[in-house]
């Protein structure tokens, strides 16, 4: 029976062959036209290449300061955090388990719409300042995480100002 089947009528086409003579219809340049750029293989067109004219990527105004590591904060609105109990401590594991943050590795920002019924102790990498304070009222606590890398940072202006005031200190001693 497997032997009686037959693809559809044109659904098997044969591949065109370019460039074997005039008599194929498209012998000789094989249908990409004399010269140029577009006739030669391998290298296609440059995006954003206008072929001379100052490109619009360059002629549009660049307007702010964009970072190259901006910082992207997951968002967490303070109404969603009544689904906790009075006095928890709410930390990224609490807030995953919770579905209120997508991932425990991202940092994460509390933001205040919505009103706080419970006390609750927040750790979160920023706060609004609204937010901060709508916790503050309800008897609750916050603490800034600070993310790794900023913390060596500080690590390493702090020795770098505690070696500055132990140079100072030694040239008193000798003055």
Same mark, same amino acid.
């Given at each position: 029976?497997?032997?009686?089947?037959?693809? &559809?009528?044109?659904?098997?086409?044969?591949?065109?062959?370019?460039?074997?003579?005039?008599?194929?219809?498209?012998?000789?340049? =094989?249908?990409? *036209?004399?010269?140029?750029?577009?006739?030669?293989?391998?290298? *296609?067109?440059?995006?954003?290449?206008?072929?001379?004219?100052?490109?619009?990527?360059?002629?549009? &105004?660049? !307007?702010?300061?964009? &970072?190259?590591?901006?910082?992207?904060?997951?968002? !967490?609105?303070?109404?969603?955090?009544?689904?906790?109990?009075?006095?928890? !401590?709410?930390? @990224?594991?609490?807030?995953?388990?919770?579905?209120?943050?997508? =991932?425990?590795?991202?940092?994460?920002?509390?933001?205040?719409?919505?009103?706080?019924?419970?006390?609750?102790?927040?750790?979160?990498?920023?706060?609004?300042?609204?937010? @901060?304070?709508?916790? $503050?009222?309800?008897?609750?606590?916050?603490? !800034?995480?600070? &993310? *790794?890398?900023?913390?060596?940072?500080?690590?390493?202006?702090?020795?770098?100002?505690?070696?500055?005031?132990?140079?100072?200190?030694?040239?008193?001693? $000798?003055?």
């Amino acid at each position: 029976m497997l032997h009686l089947l037959k693809s &559809p009528k044109g659904s098997r086409r044969r591949k065109f062959i370019k460039g074997r003579g005039p008599a194929s219809g498209l012998g000789k340049q =094989s249908g990409r *036209g004399d010269n140029g750029q577009r006739s030669r293989s391998g290298r *296609g067109i440059i995006l954003g290449s206008e072929g001379g004219q100052m490109a619009l990527i360059r002629r549009i &105004p660049k !307007v702010g300061f964009n &970072p190259l590591n901006p910082k992207i904060y997951q968002i !967490v609105q303070l109404d969603s955090l009544n689904k906790f109990d009075a006095g928890t !401590v709410i930390d @990224a594991d609490k807030l995953k388990a919770a579905q209120l943050i997508s =991932s425990r590795r991202k940092i994460y920002k509390i933001l205040s719409r919505g009103e706080l019924k419970k006390a609750l102790t927040v750790k979160a990498f920023a706060f609004s300042a609204d937010a @901060a304070e709508k916790i $503050k009222k309800a008897g609750g606590t916050i603490e !800034v995480i600070i &993310p *790794g890398k900023e913390l060596e940072n500080m690590a390493i202006a702090q020795k770098k100002q505690d070696i500055k005031a132990a140079k100072k200190a030694k040239k008193a001693k $000798k003055a």
